[in-house]
């Protein structure tokens, strides 16, 4: 997601628009096998980061994706496919769900059986919230952990995981304790903590500190730049890139690594650029 509140709330406006069920997967081999067998660790792209192409041409933008080489995406809204469009289009290109960013609405009261549902059948097992607002009230994060252990709980028989997605404003200090820390300090370790890297600093927390405190819980991570201009891809920027695939290769329980890149002129060569840079790093 994005570097700045006023973008963040531009994704928020957009994910509300494009719609209010969703999902995301990523269980592919478990996190220590990757270990053990030296597999690598798999690597998605966040449609987002692609959102006008997918817009004018989703099966034509997700076809060229695969082309790339990544072997997952994350969708951020379905364009006005059903979920058994979907799961053919990933189907015919060869690849999987690696997550939905699927709307706070969408896993509450009665609307969740239909969001696991429709996750069900393209294939997703992670369903991300990307975006709960910015709130001053300590008593509001300690419901909202409360609300997603109960979630956690619930979609477990399913095969599923829930988790939340980082945005700069959840590094901010409530009486002295982030509202990240509030939240994911709270919840059990079935909540995915899904980091976004770039977000994260732009919180002003560094993200190998938030990965090594909480181990275990990356099990999907957003893997974006910071700190390079907005044509950086990820080593071109400030991001200590070494240590955050240490720890995800290690203690992070990590599943998937989703690059997401936002601001480029040219989004489809951003992507590729990202791609290119995590296979000089032997990520892919």
Request: aromatic residues 8%; charged residues 25%; proline residues 4%.
């Amino acid at each position: 997601m994005n570097r700045a509140l006023s973008s963040a709330l531009t994704r928020r406006e957009f994910l509300g628009a494009v719609g209010a069920l969703s999902v995301g997967l990523g269980l592919g081999a478990a996190p220590a096998a990757h270990a053990a067998s030296g597999e690598k660790i798999p690597v998605g792209l966040q449609l987002y980061s692609v959102r006008d192409q997918c817009k004018n041409d989703l099966p034509g933008t997700v076809a060229a994706v695969a082309k790339i080489g990544y072997r997952g995406v994350e969708f951020a809204g379905y364009h006005g496919r059903s979920a058994k469009e979907l799961r053919k289009l990933l189907d015919d290109n060869g690849l999987v769900a690696c997550g939905t960013h699927t709307p706070y609405e969408s896993v509450l009261g009665d609307k969740l059986k239909a969001t696991v549902e429709f996750n069900q059948t393209i294939g997703n097992k992670f369903l991300i919230v990307p975006w709960m607002n910015e709130t001053q009230s300590k008593q509001v994060w300690l419901d909202r952990a409360k609300l997603f252990n109960e979630l956690a709980d619930q979609v477990k028989a399913d095969g599923m995981w829930v988790g939340y997605h980082a945005h700069a404003h959840d590094f901010k200090p409530i009486d002295g304790v982030s509202a990240w820390d509030l939240f994911f300090g709270n919840t059990k370790a079935d909540v995915v903590m899904q980091l976004d890297t770039s977000n994260c600093c732009d919180g002003g927390a560094d993200p190998v500190a938030i990965l090594k405190k909480y181990p275990g819980r990356a099990r999907s991570i957003h893997i974006k730049a910071h700190g390079g201009g907005p044509e950086a891809v990820i080593g071109e920027d400030k991001v200590n890139w070494a240590e955050v695939f240490a720890f995800c290769e290690s203690k992070g329980n990590t599943q998937w690594y989703v690059v997401e890149h936002e601001s480029g002129k040219d989004p489809m060569d951003a992507v590729r650029r990202c791609y290119g840079a995590l296979k000089k790093m032997g990520k892919v």
